[in-house]
Structure formats: structure tokens, C-alpha cells
């Protein structure tokens, strides 16, 4: 298995250094060979070859069976036409990874302000309120006058569908009960459609109970009882505002794996951005990195049918776990060890397995 490594911006080279350690000690231990290329993309490759990301690197991409995106400071990318394109869209759009998939948990050692909890949050990635991609060329947010900004929202029946299908997927292999998120009330039309195309699609499971909330409710109920929910659909924004809250309330920011799938190509990426405030400091929790590449793993062991991937992605959870329980973690989920000391007692601890 080749996969594509971009550390990314901030905190992105210290957490993406542990990941490739904890990849490379993964691959020796259960043999499955994997092998890591490094590439860059974000601020250095803007330096580099006056874009964030180039052609030749999707290619590479695309001749890959994975990609770990570190996080990004896309809040300094804001014009296209001097290179300065969001990667994470750009990945997003260009390998069409329609389903971001954001788990979220709680840990008996890891303080939380909530009951324990384990859902999933199923995020549509490649339209919504995103500008930046829900058109075919251009920007769907326009400066009308100096006072007047229109931003659109697209919602088709494709994107719904193919979501939603990924939402009901990934319930069966959980608890079997599906949340729809919207906002059906206002945006009666987009979401309305968004409700109707989830539980048609939801007719053909059904062994999976199905609800739904209108998005801020929402925020409301994950706060005050996360545990009664599995697996939530959602589309784009609502999906990436709702997954922070529900990564935070497992514990910090810093646990929150994700994964962007489609049907060809997947990347691993955290849930958080490049966290400037904390870059530098050895200070940045390398978990939800960790956690997406297991993530990776699990979904090209299930793609390629090779069951040694889905054993190591579960035995890299179950090394994770092992660390917060024995307290060898970074000072956001209570421990006092650095990001590089994290990775070196995975290592330490995996060897044992
Ligand atoms: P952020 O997610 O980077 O950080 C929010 C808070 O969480 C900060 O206090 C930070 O210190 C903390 N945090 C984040 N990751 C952590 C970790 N691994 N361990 C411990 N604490 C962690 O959000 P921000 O500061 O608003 O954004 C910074 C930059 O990241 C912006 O340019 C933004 O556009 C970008 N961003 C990128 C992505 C991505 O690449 N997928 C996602 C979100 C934000």
C-alpha cells in the first residue's frame, strides 16, 4: 500500500512526523508493507512552485492507494489566481471524496462534561455552502456591490443520495439508528430534498431506525445527551460545524479522525485545522491524525478485500486507547507528554502486540 504524506501547515509537520512513525512501526510489526512517499502542498508549496497544490501531485495522488492530508491554514489561502487554492477542497473535489466521515467517542480516562458516547458524523463534502466547490468553474459567492455578498448553497439529488446510502452503510456496521441534520424549516426546498432522498434511501434498511433534527436543536441535544445518537447524516457545513462540537465533547479537538472517502480514492485528514495558536510547541495532541490514518487502512482493507489492513487499523484504536488509559498522552486530554513522546510510546507500546 503507497500513501501519500502531506504534513500540511502549524501543527501539520509535528503530528504528521508521529503518524508516519506510527504508519512505518505499524507496517514492520504486521508486515503489510506499506510505504510512505512524502510530498508538499499549503504554504511551502506555494513558496515552492507559486501554488498550493500542483497537477503533478494529484497525479501522484491518483497513482497512490491513500493520502494523509496534514492540516492546512486555508483561512490565508484567499485567491485562486496566485496559487493560493484550499487543498483539502481541492482533494475533496478533484477525487469526487463525497463522504466525510467524523467518529466521535468518549474515553473512560479522558474528563468530558457528558455521558460516554460513541456516534458518527457522515458529512456530504463536495457541495453545500462550500463556494469554493459547488460550482462547475468559479465561485458560487459574489460581491454584488461593495455592500452586497450572495453566497449559494447547491443540494442535488446525487450528492444527497450517494450520502445518505454512505450514512446507512456505516449504521449497519454500528448501532443501526440513522439521525438526519437540516434545516428543513428555512431552507425548505434544499433540505427538504436533503430529508425526503435520506429516508428513501432509507426504506431499503430496514433494520435502521430513523429521526431527525433541525441543526441548531441539534446542538442543543449532542450537548445534553451525545449518547443517544449513532450515526448522523448531514450536509456539508452543518456536518463540519457539528463534528467539531462533537470531537470537543469526546474530549479535545485533538481526538477527532476523520476520513474523506469516495468510490475510488479516500485521505485520511483530522478533523481540526493547523492549530497556529499551538504549532511548534510539541504540544499538539497526534491522535486524531493517528485515528484517520487507522481510518485509511480499514477503508483499503475493505476495498481491496485484504483483511491484514482492517486488523491493523483496529489494533492501532485499541493501541490508542491503551495510551489514554495509561495516562501517556498530551496535557489536552490530561497527560503531560509531548506530541514526538506520544508517537515514540505507540511505538513502544505496539510492539507488543
Ligand atoms: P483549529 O481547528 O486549528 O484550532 C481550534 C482550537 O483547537 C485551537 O485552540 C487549537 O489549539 C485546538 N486544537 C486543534 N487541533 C489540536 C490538536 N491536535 N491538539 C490539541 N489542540 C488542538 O482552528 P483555527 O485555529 O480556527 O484554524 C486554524 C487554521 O486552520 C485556519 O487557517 C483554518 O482555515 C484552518 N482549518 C483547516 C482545516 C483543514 O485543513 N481540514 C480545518 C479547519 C480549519
Not at 45 to 63: C, F, I, N, R
Request: hydrophobic share 40%; aromatic share 6%.
Amino acid at each position: 500500500m503507497k500513501i501519500i504524506i502531506i504534513p500540511g501547515d502549524g501543527i501539520g509537520p509535528e503530528t504528521m512526523a508521529v503518524t508516519s512513525q506510527v504508519l512505518e512501526s505499524v507496517s514492520n510489526k504486521l508486515n503489510l508493507g506499506i510505504e510512505l512517499e512524502q510530498e508538499t502542498a499549503g504554504h511551502i508549496s506555494l513558496q515552492k512552485y507559486g501554488s498550493t497544490v500542483t497537477p503533478t501531485l494529484l497525479e501522484k495522488v491518483k497513482a497512490a492507494n491513500g493520502l494523509m492530508l496534514g492540516p492546512m491554514s486555508t483561512y490565508d489561502f484567499k485567491d485562486e489566481s496566485k496559487g493560493e487554492i484550499n487543498p483539502s477542497k481541492f482533494f475533496r473535489k478533484e477525487l469526487d471524496l463525497f463522504a466525510n466521515i467524523r467518529p466521535a467517542r468518549t474515553y473512560p480516562k479522558v474528563p468530558t462534561c457528558v455521558k460516554p458516547f460513541d456516534l458518527a458524523v457522515v458529512r456530504e463534502n463536495t457541495e453545500g455552502f462550500y463556494a469554493d466547490r459547488n460550482v462547475e468553474s468559479g465561485n458560487s459567492e459574489m460581491l454584488i456591490t461593495q455592500d452586497v455578498v450572495i453566497s449559494l448553497r447547491r443540494i442535488t439529488r446525487q450528492c444527497c443520495e450517494r450520502i445518505a446510502k454512505a450514512a446507512f452503510d456505516l449504521a449497519m456496521t454500528r448501532k443501526k439508528h440513522v439521525t438526519i441534520v437540516h434545516k428543513a424549516n428555512v431552507l425548505k426546498i434544499g433540505d427538504g430534498m436533503f430529508i425526503d432522498i435520506c429516508k428513501q434511501v432509507g426504506e431499503h434498511y430496514p433494520e435502521v431506525q430513523i429521526d431527525d433534527f433541525i441543526v441548531d436543536a441539534m446542538m442543543a441535544h449532542v450537548v445534553r445527551a451525545p449518547e443517544r445518537f449513532d450515526t448522523i447524516v448531514t450536509t456539508n457545513m452543518f456536518g463540519d460545524i457539528l463534528s467539531d462540537l462533537t470531537a470537543e465533547l469526546s474530549g479535545s479537538l485533538g481526538l477527532g479522525g476523520s476520513l474523506n472517502a469516495g468510490e475510488q480514492y479516500a485521505m485520511g485528514q483530522a478533523a481540526h485545522g493547523s492549530a497556529p495558536d499551538i504549532a511548534g510547541k510539541d504540544i499538539a495532541n497526534p491522535f486524531s491524525l493517528i485515528l484517520s490514518a487507522a481510518m485509511l487502512l480499514n477503508w483499503h482493507g475493505q476495498k481491496t478485500r485484504q483483511p491484514q489492513f482492517i486488523k491493523a487499523a483496529q489494533a492501532i484504536d485499541r493501541c490508542v486507547d491503551q495510551l489514554i488509559d495509561l495516562g501517556e498522552v498530551t496535557r489536552d486530554i490530561g497527560g503531560n507528554l509531548g506530541t514526538k513522546a506520544v508517537g515514540d510510546s505507540f511505538v513502544k507500546h505496539f510492539a507488543k502486540y
